[in-house]
């Protein structure tokens, strides 16, 4: 018997607009869940090569590193490059549809309001962010 998966959190229409249980559910094709999964089995099948290769103590390293860059970013409503990831991970070398389409930069959109956004990350209101002028 299939049934409907349970809602742990409430729905935030406000910040993901309305939502309907048919987005909820699951992947739309195969090929989605392949190219959703792909990169970390590509990091873990590299973490694996090292730890053969290496021992286990340069992946433990790398790992470490990966999350003490992964934490380094801007103030909200400043995009922060992450070079420092990028590099580590080996994304320096990849061209991507990323890279040139759909960049923050080049949005149309109404930019987010910084006084609220700063408010959110350190929890001084309680209403979500709302759109700035």
């Known amino acids: 018997m299939t049934s409907l998966p349970m809602l742990s959190v409430p729905h935030d229409s406000f910040r993901h607009g309305l939502g309907t249980l048919k987005d909820d559910i699951g992947n739309t094709h195969v090929v989605e869940a392949i190219q959703r999964n792909h990169p970390q089995q590509q990091e873990q099948l590299r973490s694996e090569m090292m730890r053969n290769v290496y021992g286990s103590a340069l992946p433990a390293r790398m790992a470490l590193e990966k999350q003490i ?17 990028d590099s580590l991970s080996g994304k320096l070398d990849e061209f991507e549809f990323d890279c040139y389409l759909n960049r923050p930069n080049d949005r149309e959109d109404i930019p987010t309001d910084m006084h609220s956004l700063m408010e959110a990350q350190l929890k001084l209101q309680t209403k979500p962010a709302s759109r700035g002028i």
């Open 69 to 85: 860059l992964g934490r380094v970013q801007r103030l909200p409503g400043i995009e922060s490059s992450r070079l420092g990831l």
